[in-house]
């Protein structure tokens, strides 16, 4: 039993804790202890990737229970992969926080660490009801973030948010409640076991229980009926925020991956393949309708807030085929998908806070400040995004295309991803030709300049996407084998019969 | 036992769903609360109902589930900072927006009629 597992969760907290004490301290001090943490937790989440490479499951028990009766945390290919994958993203959204947009709430750091450790916690958990605890830890951080510099716009947007989260969480504990009721056990691999056991009147109970669960997760990655919330409150939040919030859904789809092939797989018996015959229509009704968001967009952080949605649809559709190639493809463009998302709400903050009053209105304005720089750097997250040649999001699309079989589904996969790459692009080419190239005449108030860590932090996160391109070979090799983790769950099983740890120098003389 | 528990977790549970629905946010407070007390006995219950057991193997013969009541705890205590947060942001809300709808301010014009009405029933 290795104790690294548990270092992406205790990183992250103890920092935190550490700058709830901090705060009168000078800001730069905090700043620096802040980032620390952050660069710490991703050497962490880079020593589990490498630990969990070897395709084999480690499993950490809490208390040194065995694992049915204890809470574990269970390290995979693919927690390590979303362990990554946020911890890369957590370091350069907070150094652009850093660059500013900390100020004005002396908590923020406390709160964007609190918030990684809710995720982490979340990729790590074995446990169903310790994932609930996970989702609302990393909810009540992102209460907090999303209200972080105030302005009364970010209130009522903020309210919905909370309110449909309660709502969530509700219904989670319900589904919950169902499922123990007759598994008599909220252990991931220990309800592996027992849902196949499941017969007659009960089955209906679990498959009530199931059912629920994935709307919550739904809910959480918004999927079409569960998302009309998320445009508003990600445009309102600040970028660093907004950008950290791009993982957010992919919790969402993280348990989705993580439960149903796992509990609802293909030897679930008559519980197989759970509620995937309803993802598949909803998520290309959410891609579609994602896109004609994004269309519709008046400001590019909307825009970018909508293609948010895009990429829940565009990423659940090859999931609900149920298929290894699917899978991966998909995990292959959550990657792409997450980092591209969160430049370009950088991107779009740098480009209001150098266009005097029209900020990211997509109007014609004077010429801004920095228009080569941010151009360039919108350029790349546009084309990721839209999914095309050469960069990351192209890569991605383009294995979810190969992934499935002719048929059906294959001709409304290509029909609707393709058609809706191409109205992204023509929405991404509209914002980008009004915002960089129509440029009126008049006079721009002296905007601030831009500092370095912000324009360092967004420049390197944008390029993430070319260094996708450099390693799809790697990557896609990961996901292939994360895939075919995934749907075979005996390795998952497994874990059950680990071994707890014996003390060497057991207590002399028991306490009856 | 098991129909009067069931009444209750049901009447609370409408009840909550009802006031969620409302426009202002105090009865969409009232209504989260109601709702998470029906979901905290729902809980509760999927440990199965018994009276008068020990959550403790072998002092007797039968004994109650204990997880489900380190469940509820758990839930009681989220929840209980959900809605103390909830609360906060409702009064910001009213603070901010000088109105308490859940879509904050409207450019709300009632129609002549009505407020003819409104002013003769005065």
């Known amino acids: 039993m290795t104790h690294w597992l548990i270092a992406p969760i205790l990183i992250p907290l103890l920092g935190g804790i550490l700058q709830v004490f901090m705060g009168y301290a000078p800001i730069s001090l905090r700043r620096t202890l802040a980032i620390a943490t952050t660069v710490l937790m991703l050497v962490s989440a880079v020593v589990l990737l490498a630990l969990a490479s070897d395709g084999s499951y480690r499993a950490y028990a809490f208390g040194n229970w065995q694992p049915p009766f204890g809470i574990v945390l269970v390290l995979d290919r693919l927690a390590a992969l979303m362990l990554v994958l946020t911890a890369v993203l957590g370091l350069f959204c907070h150094i652009y926080a850093s660059g500013g947009a900390d100020e004005g709430n002396r908590q923020f750091h406390t709160l964007f660490l609190f918030q990684l450790m809710g995720l982490n916690i979340a990729f790590l958990t074995g446990d169903l009801f310790n994932l609930f605890v996970a989702f609302e830890v990393l909810l009540i951080a992102s209460y907090g973030l999303l209200m972080h510099g105030g302005g009364t716009t970010r209130t009522v947007p903020g309210l919905h948010y909370v309110t449909l989260n309660l709502a969530g969480s509700a219904l989670f504990l319900i589904s919950v409640g169902m499922i123990y009721s007759v598994t008599g056990t909220l252990n991931m691999a220990d309800l592996a076991v027992k849902i196949p056991q499941v017969s007659g009147n009960n089955l209906n109970l679990v498959k009530a229980g199931g059912m629920m669960l994935l709307v919550v997760f739904g809910l959480k990655a918004a999927i079409l009926p569960l998302c009309f919330w998320l445009p508003k409150a990600y445009a309102r939040a600040t970028a660093p925020v907004a950008a950290l919030f791009a993982v957010m859904t992919k919790v969402g789809i993280y348990a989705i991956v993580r439960i149903y092939p796992l509990i609802f797989g293909e030897g679930a018996g008559e519980l197989a393949n759970l509620g995937m015959d309803w993802l598949f229509p909803l998520a290309l009704v959410t891609l579609s309708m994602g896109v004609i968001g994004a269309l519709g967009a008046d400001n590019l952080k909307t825009l970018v807030a909508w293609q948010v949605i895009i990429s829940v649809g565009t990423l659940l559709a090859p999931i609900a085929l149920g298929s290894e190639a699917g899978l991966s493809a998909a995990l292959f463009y959550l990657v792409s998908t997450t980092w591209t998302v969160a430049a370009l709400f950088l991107v779009s903050e740098l480009v209001a806070s150098q266009r005097g009053t029209a900020a990211d209105s997509i109007v014609t304005a004077p010429q801004m400040r920095h228009r080569t720089f941010l151009s360039v750097l919108f350029l790349i997250g546009a084309v990721a995004a839209a999914g095309l040649p050469p960069l990351g999001g192209f890569f991605g699309k383009l294995l979810i295309l190969k992934a499935v079989e002719p048929g059906t589904q294959m001709a409304w996969l290509w029909g609707v991803l393709l058609a809706g790459g191409f109205f992204t692009l023509i929405a991404y080419s509209r914002a980008g030709s009004i915002v960089f190239w129509w440029n009126v005449d008049g006079h721009l108030e002296t905007p601030e300049p831009l500092n370095n860590r912000v324009a360092i932090s967004t420049g390197i996160l944008t390029c993430l996407t070319l260094l996708i391109v450099i390693l799809a070979g790697p990557l896609s090799d990961y996901t292939r084998a994360t895939a075919e983790q995934l749907y075979d769950n005996r390795g998952y099983i497994n874990i059950l019969q680990t071994p707890v740890h014996v003390p060497q120098n057991p207590l002399v003389g028991e306490v009856n | ?122």
Do not use: C, W
Not at chain 2, 19 to 28: E, K, S
Not at chain 2, 48 to 68: E, F, H, K, M
Not at chain 2, 83 to 104: I, K, M, P, Q, Y
């Open chain 2, 1 to 122: 036992m098991e129909l009067l528990f069931a009444l209750v977790i049901g009447a609370l549970t409408a009840s909550g769903v009802y006031l969620l629905l409302r426009a202002r946010t105090f009865p969409v407070i009232m209504g989260l609360t109601l709702l998470s007390y029906g979901v905290n006995l729902f809980l509760f219950a999927s440990g199965r109902l018994a009276t008068g057991q020990q959550p403790v193997i072998g002092t007797t013969t039968s004994y109650s589930d204990p997880l489900p009541q380190a469940l509820v705890l758990t839930a009681i205590v989220i929840g209980f900072a959900m809605t103390a947060f909830l609360v906060v942001l409702s009064l910001r809300n009213l603070a901010d927006n000088e109105n308490d709808h859940v879509d904050g301010p409207r450019e709300e014009i009632l129609p002549e009629s009505k407020q003819e009405q409104e002013a003769s029933s005065k």
